[in-house]
């Protein structure tokens, strides 16, 4: 099965041909029903082809509800996973949010984040995808803003969804917190450079700038003889868009 559907999706990918994929994948789905899954990533994965797929691949929205998680269940972080694959098919293929803000708030507001970090990224950049229509998420959203490791993928979404509802100066000052400390440096220099390093105060522009000219270190973890590979690139990067900006 792992091998047909593999060999279907990548016809998919070659020719938009989905006519062998979605049978594969309903019949994947189906026997998920009920949830569970987790970590074999089937799920997941045939949640990820459906999406990829779009509005034909409706035949398949009644088998990726079903293989929803229960609301409310103990779910572990492969589960969490799972349904975030499912919210974002759902969504890509009708068209319509209603589904997936329900089933990634239950994710972004759990309270065990601590160990969830990947699983809450993947969240938030899952609603940042939903656009306006991820407005309900706005206060578990901000409530991560509380964490160095969730502030980018946070305020990317709320940039997505609700900029309005985005204090720009806390949110870089944030960034800029988690950055100088080695918390996600790249996510958040993306981030900042997002919001505009012409639209920072004088004060957080020279704090982002000395990080591409300071001794200390901004990449501080990675695989042996890496590091300052990636420390370099970051710095790089910086450099560059303090130069535009």
């Known amino acids: 099965m792992d091998d047909r559907i593999e060999s279907a999706r990548a016809l998919h990918e070659l020719t938009g041909n989905h006519g062998l994929l979605l049978p594969l994948l309903a ?7 009920g ?12 949640a990820t082809a459906a999406a990829a797929v779009g509005p034909p691949a409706a035949p ?13 269940s103990d779910r572990n972080n492969p589960q969490m996973d799972d349904d975030i694959a499912v919210a974002v098919a759902l969504h890509r293929i009708t068209g319509d949010a209603a589904e997936a803000v329900p089933v990634l708030a239950g994710v972004l507001g759990d309270s065990e984040a601590l160990w969830r970090r990947w699983t809450l990224i993947r969240a938030a950049r899952a609603a940042a995808g939903l656009g306006p ?18 502030v980018p993928s946070a305020v990317a ?15 870089a000052g944030l960034l800029l917190d988690a950055a100088e400390a080695g918390t996600a440096p ?6 900042l450079v997002a919001l505009g390093v012409d639209a920072l105060s004088e004060v957080h522009r020279a704090r982002f700038a000395a990080l591409g000219e ?7 973890f990675g695989l042996d003889g890496t590091i300052e590979a990636a420390d ?11 130069r535009r900006g």
């Open 186 to 191: 790249f996510e958040a220099v993306d981030a």
């Open 214 to 220: 300071r001794d200390l270190r901004v990449v501080r």
């Open 27 to 33: 019949e994947r789905l189906t026997g998920s029903a």
């Open 133 to 150: 229509a991820a407005r309900p998420l706005v206060p578990v959203l901000k409530a991560l803003l509380t964490d160095p490791e969730q």
């Open 35 to 46: 949830g569970g899954g987790g970590s074999d990533e089937r799920i997941r994965e045939a």
């Open 60 to 72: 398949l929205v009644p088998a990726l509800r079903a293989a929803l998680n229960a609301p409310g």
């Open 232 to 242: 370099e690139r970051l710095r790089a990067r910086v450099r560059a868009a303090v």
């Open 157 to 171: 979404a709320l940039r997505a969804i609700a900029p309005d509802e985005l204090d720009t100066g806390r949110a």
